[in-house]
């Protein structure tokens, strides 16, 4: 568990930013990322095209997300991490965000092949129709500016071998 919070947060962000936060599961046991959007104010945009963050491929938040809006990610199959990234043009900038994830395990939440539940919806979510490589390379946190976010973590889930 732990909290993954944008620069800036909770006055502003700065524009110009590419950050890329990862979250790796460290065991087979895991199955899914449950985030939940603590605070969220992006920029809107139609489409979520200016400011916005990326979970996954394809599924972007901006503008205002309701408090505690709670999503699920499965970790695709082979694939230890999910990938989230913030990106913002040179317009405007809002507060950014506060979200707080958890790794469950497969046995707490219905099997990696179904689905992933939107437990509540948020008011500015685009959903590309482009399909979700499961060719990808780790990456770490990359920025164009001086600001920084944070990732915090409470707890590593050891693998089950160790």
Known sequence: MGNIISSGYPVSYPNNMD????I?????DICWLKITFVDFSLQTSDNCTRDYL??????????????NLVEMYP???GVNY?????????????????LAYQLVRCDEFPSSTESPQQITTAEYKYTSSEPET???EPVTESETTSGRGRISKDLDIPDADE
Request: glycine residues 8%; aromatic residues 10%; contains cysteine.
């Open 19 to 22: 950050c890329t936060y990862t």
């Open 24 to 28: 790796t599961k460290l065991s087979g």
């Open 54 to 67: 990326e979970i996954s491929v394809g599924n972007r938040f901006c503008g205002n997300v309701q408090k």
């Open 75 to 77: 970790f695709a199959t």
């Open 82 to 98: 999910i990938n989230l990234k913030f990106i913002t043009d040179n317009s405007s900038t809002s507060r950014g965000f506060n």
């Open 134 to 136: 499961t060719t990808v």
